[in-house]
């Protein structure tokens, strides 16, 4: 039962593009959603998230956005840098202490 | 900046032993948790552990599966019987209360 969808594996964008990694769930719900990025052998690095009640919270180089009708949110990430190769996970939770779900993942390549 | 510490980063085993995965989570964090991930899949919730009692736990939690906070800073994680599809990435996460989870960088059990 995949409650969290991220559609593509993968993506490769251009360094100082916009990135655009996409996330659709399932759970209605769900109250707060995040993402978070990995390195091979590392846990799971907070980036940004976001309550339902809002449809956008930007921090730095980093927006979230949520269609609550759609159920489906997506994280822009610009310009891209090189650092920014990861997998990038979206993650969706009820309460503030409840389980994270998590997507699949999308393996971000930034190409300089 | 506080950290969810995790050792052995790496451990052997051999199929039917026991092994115990160790956290240190962060000193003033309330819920703590165990997520694994096996290779090429995505972040899997095991338990959630909140007043020295397991809150929430999946169905991969099953009997060979337990946690203990021994000595109220160390959490840990037994497996009884190490079987081959146990081998994944198991990361520790601990929560204060309210979506501020942290991860822990992970122990990658390799069951021989």
């Known amino acids: 039962d995949q409650q969290v969808k991220q559609n593509s594996p993968s993506l490769s964008v251009q360094e100082g593009r916009i990135s655009i990694l996409n996330c659709d769930y399932t759970?209605?719900?769900?109250?707060?959603f995040l993402w978070y990025k990995k390195y091979p052998a590392e846990g799971p690095t907070f980036l940004i998230s976001?309550?339902?009640?809002?449809d956008k919270n930007e921090d730095g180089r980093f927006t979230v956005f949520l269609n609550k009708s759609a159920k489906h949110l997506s994280l822009h990430i610009v310009p891209s840098q090189p650092g920014d190769s990861a997998v990038y996970f979206c993650?969706?939770?009820?309460?503030?202490?409840?389980?994270?779900?998590f997507g699949t993942g999308t393996r971000l390549t930034i190409i300089p | 900046e506080p950290e969810v510490t995790q050792t052995p980063s790496h451990q052997v085993t051999q199929m039917g032993q026991e092994v115990i995965l160790r956290c240190v989570p962060i000193?003033?964090?309330?819920?703590f948790y165990w997520y694994r991930q096996i290779l090429g899949q995505k972040v899997e919730f095991l338990v959630s552990f909140y007043n020295n009692e397991i809150s929430e736990k999946s169905e991969i939690f099953d009997d060979q599966f337990s946690v203990e906070r021994p000595d109220g800073s160390n959490f840990t994680l037994k497996i009884r019987s190490t079987k081959l599809e146990d081998s994944a990435m198991y990361f520790c996460a601990s929560n204060p209360s309210n979506y501020g989870y942290t991860f822990g960088s992970g122990t990658r059990l390799t069951v021989v």
């Open positions: 976001i309550s339902s009640i809002k």
């Open positions: 000193s003033n964090h309330l819920y």
């Open positions: 759970n209605s719900m769900f109250d707060y």
């Open positions: 993650a969706a939770s009820g309460l503030g202490n409840e389980k994270l779900t």
